[in-house]
């Protein structure tokens, strides 16, 4: 059974920092690239950062120079480091592991999600 479980979420104030970690189990992890979307109310859900097996990472120009991907393929995780959070980082993060062998094309599976709240 795959399982993608986000912690780290919470309330912080503008200018403030959070780390989102996602523990994924019942995936060949290095067989999956990464990533964290978020979702605003009322918006769609959008892509916020990506990170494959080797380390090579995309992300949004909304978050760029804030926020850094990364992973551990050794503990079969994945961090969002936020930092300079502004109130429009509100939101649902979702952590997403999208195949990307021969044999795990096709496959996306997602977390519950972590909410977090910029306010002061």
């Known amino acids: 059974q795959v399982q993608l479980v986000e912690s780290g979420g919470g309330l912080v104030q503008p200018g403030g920092s959070l780390r989102l970690s996602c523990a994924a189990s019942?995936?060949?992890?290095?067989?999956?690239?990464m990533g964290w979307y978020r979702q605003a109310p009322g918006k769609e859900r959008e892509l916020v950062a990506t990170i494959t097996s080797s380390d090579g990472t995309t992300s949004s120009d909304s978050v760029k120079g804030r926020f850094t991907i990364s992973r551990h393929n050794f503990l079969n995780r994945v961090y969002l480091q936020m930092d300079n959070l502004k109130p429009e980082d509100t939101a649902v993060y979702y952590c997403?592991?999208?195949?990307?062998?021969?044999?795990?094309?096709?496959?996306?599976?997602w977390g519950q999600g972590t909410q977090v709240t910029v306010s002061s």
């Open positions: 019942g995936i060949s992890f290095r067989d999956y690239r």
């Open positions: 997403n592991a999208h195949g990307t062998t021969a044999w795990t094309t096709g496959r996306d599976y």
